[in-house]
């Protein structure tokens, strides 16, 4: 039986400011959404109960939401908690948004908000597939020469990644054809759930008139590749980052002997390095492309791969929050909201998460990791 996806989208507040504001008053802080979302969680979840009554078989959640911004990050943080509580024994998957780097935000409360965020979606998420702007925005300039890319061109290319990560949902095979089997070679252990994406060949909407000639090979080799990965990653030359495991959803006519061939070419060449304490996962599913959609390609490929040096996103997220925190900026934004006006344990609560998640992704580039994870817990 198909899976059939059903969908609740909500924002906070529910009409968009129409005035102009200046930066500190128009911050949209994550404590005001989080109060706002427990005046409302009762209707949001009395939709999603429905829908999860009328479901033959509910295996999980998934949501879409931004850190920085305070719907997204205080809503969705929220939301989180309560689908936690609520459907203990369900998977949640998040698609998460993280701010650009590159940028200076309108939301001056941003770093705060990302910080607090990224806590619930340690604690609370089973598998966050993390959209970065930055990258984003860099593959839409370089690898689609686009000059200056618009949300809705970047909205485009995180429906692509969107779309391909659920081809095997929607169009089940014999294999990944559920969320848990989809994501469970990806993520050993429970704390390293945090996934980039990498996909090929990219096209503008122009250039779907010529079908191009694209082999399995070229498109794995291709997903290896940084330019390609939508996640901004820094160099970092204390620690040699490596991947955990990578997942390959491969989209097109494919002659599976084709693929085990170029898979077994990519581990001769040792295109990517691996963990020292596992085995060097690379899982394939093939997919159909979907019937409603043109392609310009014949064979088009989506990665999902748990690595390593995803902390690098993390650290930069805890570089920005530190440099407010010193200087106690904006945090009387926060005190006006209940849950910060006894005191900002949480934040120190947070940065403390987030400092742990950091260290251990570093432990995990170390053959030494399983007993290091063992003294941890």
Partial sequence: MASVPRASWRSSPPRAPTARM???????????????????????????DREADGSDSLEGFVLCHSIAGGTGSGLGSYLLERLNDR?????????????????????????YNSLLTLKRLTQNADCVVVLDNTALNRIATDRLHIQNPSFSQINQ?????????????????????????????????????????????????????SVRKTTVLDVMRRLLQPKNVMVSTGRDRQTNHCYIA????????????????????????????????????????????SPYLPSAHRVSGLMMANHTSISSLFESSCQQYDK????????EQFRKEDIFKDSLDEMERSREVVQQLIDEYHAATRPDYISWGTQEQ
């Fill in 324 to 331: 407010l925190w010193k200087r106690g900026a904006f945090l």
């Fill in 22 to 48: 200046s930066s500190s008053t128009r911050c949209r802080r994550r404590g005001r959404a989080r109060a706002e979302g427990e005046k409302i969680h009762e209707d949001i979840f009395d939709i999603i």
């Fill in 87 to 111: 459907y203990p024994k369900k998977l949640v998957q998040t698609y998460s948004v993280f701010p650009s780097q590159d940028e200076m935000s309108d939301v001056v409360v941003q770093p």
């Fill in 157 to 209: 290319l995180v429906s692509t990644i969107m779309s391909a990560s659920t081809t095997t949902l929607r169009y089940p095979g014999y294999m990944n054809n559920d969320l848990i089997g989809l994501i469970a070679s990806l993520i050993p252990t429970p704390r390293l759930h945090f996934l980039m994406t990498g996909y090929t060949p990219l096209t503008t909407d122009q250039s779907v008139a």
């Fill in 246 to 289: 990578i997942l390959n959803i491969i989209q097109g006519e494919v002659d599976p002997t084709q693929m085990h061939k170029s898979l077994q070419r990519i581990r001769e060449r040792k295109l990517a390095s691996f963990i020292p304490w596992g085995p060097a996962s690379i899982q394939v599913a093939l997919s159909r492309k």
